[in-house]
């Protein structure tokens, strides 16, 4: 299948371990904030969201962390598995007013068996 | 069908061709956007739709890009005299008012190749 990103940072990670990833966002009056998923050759997929108001959200095996002070975003996956390997995005509403979203650069995570 | 739907797959357009790439959002779904991902990047927003209209059109790059939804379902997107900086996988996702402003649903995308 096509590749979603050739030169994109890239975190590899034993299979059972846990991933982190992050993201720095740009606009401190961004108030919702995705993860998005993106398989080779396919769109991305909603993981998990957090307004502004929280600090911390968790679903099933992820966790996203905020940090508003420093304007940092972090993915937290638990028991990392092989089908987590995708390239991993954030997105912020960087105007609250429009219904537009804005996508960091991404970070490839790679799960060795 | 249960997803967004986007055709065709894979395009190849010689320089100086206009192209027309549909997309189906989820049956019922009243928002519809376009994004463009340039190859190793993320998807940047190009437009929004609510229903048949078009609410948002500030991500289009240049007057050659054309976007439409006449009767609130399926949207095309049209590229005139496509370029080789059109070339990028043109993603289209669509959303219902209880998935919030955000709740997009993305489909596989059309891979925009201009030789």
């Known amino acids: 299948g096509e590749s979603v990103g050739l030169h994109l940072p890239t975190l590899s990670v034993q299979e059972g371990d846990n991933s982190i990833i992050n993201c720095a966002y740009s606009n401190s009056a961004s108030d919702y904030f995705i993860w998005y998923k993106q398989e080779s050759g396919k769109g991305p997929q909603f993981i998990i969201d957090i307004r502004s108001n929280m600090d911390k959200r968790q679903g099933q095996r992820v966790t996203v962390l905020l940090n508003k002070t420093v304007k940092h975003l972090s993915l937290q996956i638990a028991a990392t598995q092989p089908g987590d390997s995708a390239v991993y995005f954030c997105a912020e509403n960087m105007d609250t007013g429009r219904r537009a979203l804005t996508f960091g650069s991404g970070t490839r995570l790679q799960v060795q068996p | 069908g249960a997803g967004v739907s986007q055709s065709p797959r894979y395009k190849v357009a010689k320089r100086g061709q206009d192209v027309a790439l549909r997309c189906d959002p989820i049956s019922g779904h009243v928002s519809l956007f376009w994004y463009q991902q340039a190859l190793g990047q993320g998807p940047e927003f190009l437009t929004y739709f609510q229903n048949e209209a078009q609410l948002d059109k500030s991500g289009l790059p240049s007057d050659r890009f054309f976007a439409e939804r006449p009767e609130g379902s399926v949207s095309t997107l049209k590229i005139q005299r496509t370029q080789q900086e059109d070339s990028a996988v043109y993603l289209c996702?669509?959303?219902?008012?209880?998935?919030?402003?955000?709740?997009?649903?993305f489909g596989s995308g059309t891979r925009l190749t201009v030789v």
């Open positions: 996702a669509s959303s219902s008012p209880s998935q919030g402003d955000y709740g997009y649903t």
